[in-house]
């Protein structure tokens, strides 16, 4: 699969060096001898696109390497990287167009538009949308971030060209010169998409929250599995495109040996494996106990103290050692209240308070899924 991808990545940015390349030299030529900063503008877009494809073949060739003892995840988020790289190339040539558009509207010039010039801003409209919806579709296919931007931003190219196209007509038919600002709006357009796409970049590398729905689809999966009463701490690392690596808390019975808890733990990793493509190395084991039903009256009771705060998300973990004369359980605060260490030590105060007898141990736990 990974060899396929690689392969469909690295084809897909050819073609787009090539059809970019053609593009980059028939424009350039165009708008030196037509005068045309907005032609220009246009030309260097297409130059960084070029730019862009070679760093992503780079970036998927090095990404696609196995893991090593110092790699032991691989190497799948050299990709991010390669991303990031392409945006801040794209960012510096919207730059470069603003600050050429910008002498032209101090300092205007004629422009000089004929047929050819006409049939290169058409012939680069059709190739960019066509490329654009090939790139996207590729890149959604594969999972490839890199490729899903490329075909995002050569769609924007074809609009960027319209806007060039517009410009040259208005300028034959009432001779109103829009150049220099249809190349400030060029310039524009490549800002944004480049900010856009480094914001992404940096949450990629960064780490960002999996989404809801896969984090709920393997707690639903895990919760198929019996004597599995619970789903906690769904920990996902991504270390490239599809290469996720975590960890699970799960709630089990207190009756059960460390044979039954071995099977379960197995049985998790398989299932999680075979059906999300995901490897969970870790699962750790709340125990729940099932031997009192009066701990459910405390349970409860604790339940409705940690609740009665504003900003508390779950309440998770619970368990009563008799024996020991413990309470144990974890909580989750939500990112939005400002000091979670002044409203953590106030539940623990209160519980301490309603359970004198009891060692009370409350942890602080992460919102790290849905």
Partial sequence: MNSNREKIIVRTSIISIILNIVLVGFKALVGIFANSI????????????????????????FAAKEPDKNHPYGHGRIEYMASFVISAIIIYAGITAFIESLKKII??????????????????????????????KKGREVNSDTLVASGADALNDGIVSISVLISGVIYIIFHINFEAYVGILVSIIILKTGIEMIKDSINDILGSRIESSLANDIKNEIMLIDKVNGVFDLLLNNYGPDRYYGSVHVELPDTMNVDEVDYIS??????????????????????????????IEIRKDISDIVFSYDGIIQMHGFYINEKEKSIRFDIIIDYKVEDKEELYKIICDKVKNKYPDYNIDVVLDFDVSD
């Fill in 107 to 136: 300092k205007p010039e004629d422009v000089n538009y004929n047929h050819f010039t006409f049939i290169i801003i058409i012939m680069g409209i059709v190739i960019k949308f066509l490329l654009g919806i090939y790139v996207k």
């Fill in 266 to 295: 197995r049985e998790i990793t398989d299932r999680i494996m075979n059906k999300f493509g995901i490897i969970i190395h870790t699962v750790g084991v709340y125990s729940i106990n099932t031997k009192n039903s009066e701990i």
């Fill in 38 to 61: 907005a032609i220009v503008s246009d030309a260097i877009n297409n130059l960084s696109d070029v730019i862009s494809s070679i760093i992503a073949i780079a970036g998927t060739k």
